[in-house]
């Protein structure tokens, strides 16, 4: 098991596996520790002979390649900051990352470049093809402060559009330790890493494995027949997954044997419903099952043991190492058994806030309560969580109105930009409904006859990913509003049964 050392490294140091042991595995063949070693520093060579100043920012733009796994690693190495994109975005939403972030430097493929249009790369901003990341030189581990930043994620808020996670060296770090610990990773272990890289949970499943010294299998899916067959092809025996795609797995068939070699099931992004815990115990009956909660702003805030997830399948459990987890009330109290409140995260495992965001960073970024055993900065989740008797924490809903879209993070602010943007209705307000697939499916109510649905949904299928389109459209003469003249959203909520 990985002890619980609290002093964190430079994150490129992360790989510390045995020499000869395989570290990651795809189609092309294996890597052992060594040689993703070797090809760490010379990505990271490559990218410090670009001539970008130190903390420039690089974006990578690409599918679960070999490079897009490094680059966490060897960014860093080079004295940069690493900024993954999702690459099931869009060319409008790569082009906000790039700007809002001061991208230097997008790694992408050719036909991933050839979307882009003029004007959606910064000024300052260069492409280089994943071809071209090879070189000779190599660049030894480096020797960065563990408070520098490491990497920008990006995700949504409950307004306007994705905002960058600042995260150091030292949250990266520490926030593998913590998983690989908890989940008793170790270097018999092999990971089928399915969830975007850019997905802070995503990320992780390749920082944790390594440092347990354990094996990355990345795979890029399109269907969840994929999931299966990677399993017996690859031998890999822990899966980390979302709500909706535990549904999607479950509903494809699986041989009894590929069944029996997963031992460990971890799931974020939305709760588990006894239902699916039920489900996944018939399937998996041989894997442990542990229900965890996070944010990126703090990485991750809470787990379940696995022995208590047939006793409490809503739970999502206690603070995880490192973080201190409290429920506070509206006054900064903190809340008994029973009571609902607010989840607050503190500890090191704490961001640096949002990138060039000050006003954002002040809301959700605020001191912790004064009577908080770590102190110092805090994470106001917004979301509201209840502890019973024994400590054991249950997520009740968002405080806000952001939406979780098949384990993403949506802000309806972002969909509602992207339906007015092309003039075919003059008012829009998107909502979340139940859906089984999804945990939350997104319907737009928009102030028109509906005349323009069918543009309306062929530019959006154009602009958005598809977790970002809405299922149908609810129209409306006028849409009703507060007192003050704003958009009634609790209304028009209600009135789906939202």
């Given at each position: 098991m990985v002890p619980l050392d609290p002093v964190p490294q430079p994150i490129d140091h992360l790989l510390r596996g045995r020499a000869e042991d395989v570290a990651l595995v795809d189609?092309?063949?294996?890597?052992?520790?060594?040689?993703l070693e070797i090809m760490t520093g010379q990505v990271a060579a490559w990218l410090a002979a670009r001539g970008l100043a130190p903390g420039g920012r690089v974006a990578s733009w690409l599918p679960k390649t070999r490079l897009a796994c490094v680059l966490p690693l060897a960014a860093p190495r080079a004295g940069l900051v690493h900024v993954p994109i999702n690459p099931v975005l869009k060319r409008a939403q790569v082009a906000h990352i790039l700007d809002n972030g001061g991208a230097t430097l997008l790694i992408t493929q050719e036909s991933r470049a050839a979307t882009l249009q003029a004007g959606d790369l910064p000024n300052a901003c260069r492409v280089a093809l994943e071809s071209e990341a090879e070189?000779?030189?190599?660049?030894?581990?480096?020797?960065?402060?563990?408070?520098?930043?490491?990497?920008?994620?990006?995700?949504?808020?409950?307004?306007?559009?994705?905002?960058?996670?600042?995260?150091?060296?030292?949250?990266?770090?520490?926030?593998?330790?913590?998983?690989?610990?908890?989940?008793?990773?170790?270097?018999?272990?092999?990971?089928?890493?399915?969830?975007?890289?850019?997905?802070?949970?995503?990320?992780?499943?390749?920082?944790?494995?390594?440092?347990?010294?354990?094996?990355?299998?990345?795979l890029d899916y399109a269907l969840p027949g994929d999931v299966v067959r990677a399993v017996a092809r690859f031998g890999a025996n822990t899966l980390a997954g979302v709500p909706p795609l535990w549904a999607q797995v479950l509903d494809t068939p699986w041989p009894e044997e590929t069944a029996a070699c997963l031992v460990r099931l971890t799931n974020s992004g939305g709760a588990l419903t006894p239902g699916l815990v039920h489900r996944l115990r018939q399937r998996f009956g041989g894997a442990a099952i542990h229900a965890m909660y996070g944010l990126t702003e703090a990485f991750r805030s809470t787990s379940l043991p696995p022995e208590l997830i047939d006793t409490h399948p809503e739970s999502i459990g206690r603070a995880v190492p490192f973080a201190e987890v409290m429920v506070v009330d509206a006054e900064g109290r903190r809340c008994a058994a029973g009571q609902e409140g607010e989840l607050v995260h503190a500890g090191p495992l704490v961001s640096g806030g949002y990138w060039r965001d000050p006003g954002r960073t002040a809301e959700r970024f605020r001191p912790a309560p004064a009577w908080s055993a770590s102190g110092g900065m805090s994470v106001w989740s917004g979301d509201r969580v209840i502890a019973d008797e024994d400590g054991l924490l249950r997520f009740v809903g968002r405080g806000d109105e952001m939406l979780k879209v098949s384990g993403y993070r949506v802000s309806p602010g972002e969909v509602e930009e992207a339906v007015l943007a092309g003039g075919e209705v003059r008012e829009a307000v998107a909502v979340g409904v139940p859906d089984e697939a999804t945990g939350q499916a997104i319907v737009v109510?928009?102030?028109?006859?509906?005349?323009?649905?069918?543009?309306?949904?062929?530019?959006?299928?154009?602009?958005?990913?598809?977790?970002?389109?809405?299922?149908?459209?609810?129209?409306?003469?006028?849409?009703?509003?507060?007192?003050?003249?704003?958009?009634?959203?609790?209304?028009?909520?209600?009135?789906?049964?939202?």
């Open positions: 189609r092309d063949g294996a890597l052992t520790f060594a040689e070189g000779t030189d190599t660049l030894p581990p480096s020797g960065a402060s563990p408070d520098a930043l490491a990497a920008l994620l990006y995700t949504s808020g409950s307004t306007g559009r994705p905002k960058g996670v600042m995260l150091s060296h030292a949250n990266l770090w520490l926030g593998a330790v913590c998983v690989a610990h908890y989940l008793r990773l170790g270097p018999m272990d092999r990971v089928l890493a399915v969830l975007p890289l850019a997905f802070d949970y995503g990320q992780n499943q390749l920082l944790s494995a390594w440092l347990a010294g354990a094996s990355v299998v990345p109510i928009a102030a028109g006859n509906g005349t323009a649905e069918a543009d309306l949904r062929a530019r959006l299928r154009r602009d958005l990913p598809t977790y970002l389109q809405p299922v149908r459209y609810e129209w409306r003469e006028t849409l009703p509003r507060t007192a003050n003249g704003k958009l009634d959203r609790a209304a028009l909520r209600t009135g789906l049964g939202a």
